[in-house]
């Protein structure tokens, strides 16, 4: 697979969206990768996402605070913070920065095996 192509996490970063914006960079039947941009997003009241495959997110611009099921406290998150996430965990996004883009790289991949 040689395929050549200049690309940048953080060329047109768009603010001010009306939902966030899923962009998905790379994937096959094992892994997904995705760029996330957040403007001032979070969860709707009361739901949780409860994804099959396990999450393992990076945060490169701007600020968030997630919140696992049974955690009492929600993680802030800030540029160069990262986390798994294991399939099934329950999770929410309490906030993201209002005042500039939240870009995430979100790699999805299978519980099994």
């Given at each position: 697979?040689?395929?050549h192509r200049d690309e940048n996490l953080f060329?047109?970063?768009?603010?001010?969206?009306?939902?966030?914006?899923?962009?998905?960079?790379?994937q096959n039947s094992h892994i997904r990768i995705e760029r996330i941009?957040?403007?001032?997003h979070a969860s709707p009241e009361g739901f949780?996402?409860?994804?099959?495959e396990h999450e393992w997110v990076i945060l490169l611009q701007g600020s968030a605070e997630l919140l696992l099921d049974g955690d009492k406290k929600s993680r802030q998150m800030?540029?160069?913070s990262y986390l798994l996430i294991p399939a099934h965990q329950k999770h929410?996004?309490?906030?993201t920065s209002r005042t500039e883009a939240?870009?995430?790289?979100?790699?999805?991949?299978?519980?099994?095996?």
């Open positions: 697979m040689s395929q060329a047109s970063v768009p603010f001010g969206l009306p939902e966030e914006l899923v962009s998905i960079l790379a941009v957040s403007s001032g949780w996402y409860d994804q099959p800030l540029p160069g929410r996004v309490e906030s939240t870009v995430w790289l979100a790699v999805f991949f299978s519980a099994k095996g």
